[in-house]
C-alpha cells in the first residue's frame, strides 16, 4: 500500500507458488490415525499434522469433493469443487495465470513485500479455523469455518480485482454470497455496518511480530448494503480449490467494485455494527485511504493517478473503470456523483 513504484515479481516465470495447504490432506491424516473428528487438542499433533501437510501431493491437497463422513457431524457431506459457476459474471480480459496471482500478493502480516508473501506463510495454521459472530445480532456465537461453509450455497465466479496501487487481476473465486452469510448471521436491523476482523497470530505471521507500527490485526468494514449487495462474497477458493493462504485462507472478504484492501483476508470475527468502524488503512494514513474505497478513475490517489491499471503476468495497461466495471450492480448505493475513495 505504501509502495508502489516496485515492478511486478509476479510476473517472474521462474517463480513457483507454494504448494496449497490441504485440509483435506490433514483429513485424510487424521482419518488414518482413527483421529478424525475426536476433537483431539492440537499441541504435541501438530507437528505430525503439518508434516502430513507437507507431503500431502499437489493433487490431493487441492481440494475436490471432501470424502464422505469427513466433515464434522451436523453438515452434510457436500462436494465444493467443482463450484457451478455463475454466468451472470464475465470478463473482459483473460484470467491471470494462476501462478503469477499467487506470487503477487498484498498480506502485510506476512510482509509488504508482495513477490515474498508466499515464501513467508509454511507456519500459518489455516484450520482449525473459528469464526465468530458479534454485535448487533439475535444471538452472538461461533462457528467452524468449515460448517459455516456446508451451510451456505457456494460458486464460482470470474472476477476482476483491482488494487488501489493499480495493479490488476482476474481470477475464479469460489465462494458464498456475503448476503447469504449475513441472513445466517441475523443481525438486528439496527445494524447498519458489518466489520471484519482478521487473525492476529505473530507466531505465525512475520510481520505481525516485526511491524509492530501497524495497528494488528487488521480490521475493514462495509456498510450494510454493501455487503447485502449481489457482488460481495465470502471466498474460501480460488482457480477451483481452497485458497492458499497468500490469498486469505481459510475465509475471506471479495469486494471487486471496490479497491482490494477492503477485501480482507484471513477472517476470525464479523461483528454487526451501528456505526461505521474504522478501518486499518485509513487508520494508517487517512488522507489516502478511505472506508468507501470504490475504485474510481477520476479521482487520484494524493500519489499516483487512478485513471489506467496494469494487469499482472502481461504488463497490459487498460483504462479504470468506474467501480471498477461493476457500476450496473452497484452504482445505485451511492447516489452522489463525485463519492471518491477518501469518502
Ligand atoms: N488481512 C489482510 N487482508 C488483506 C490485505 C492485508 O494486507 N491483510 N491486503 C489487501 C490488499 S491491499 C489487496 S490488493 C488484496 C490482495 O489479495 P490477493 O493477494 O489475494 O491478490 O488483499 C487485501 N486483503
Ligand atoms: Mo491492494
Redesign the pocket.
Known sequence: ?IHISRRHPGADPALEPTPESGYLGRRVFLKTLGLAGAGLAIGGAAAGIAAAERSASPGAAAGGAAPAGQVSAGSPPRALYPARRNPRFTLDRPLTVERV?AT??????FTEEKSE?WRQVDKFRARPWRIEVAGLVSQPREIDVDDLIRRLPSEERLYR?R??EAWA?AVPWTGVPMRDFIRWADPLSSAKFVRTV?FLRPDEAPNQKRATWYHWP?YEGLRMDEAMNELAMLVFGIYGHDLPV???APL?VVTPWK???K????IVRFEFLERQPPTFWNDVAPGEYGFLSNVNPKVPHPRWSQASEKLIGTGERRPTLPYNGYAEWVAGLYPKKTESYRS
Do not use: D, L, T
Request: glycine share 8%; proline share 0%; hydrophobic share 25%.
Open positions: 500500500m496471482a503477487h500478493n498484498n498480506f502485510y502480516e508473501v480485482h488494487c488501489v487481476m482478521s487488521y497468500q490469498h486469505g475471506r479497491y482490494g484492501y477485501s480482507a483476508k484471513s
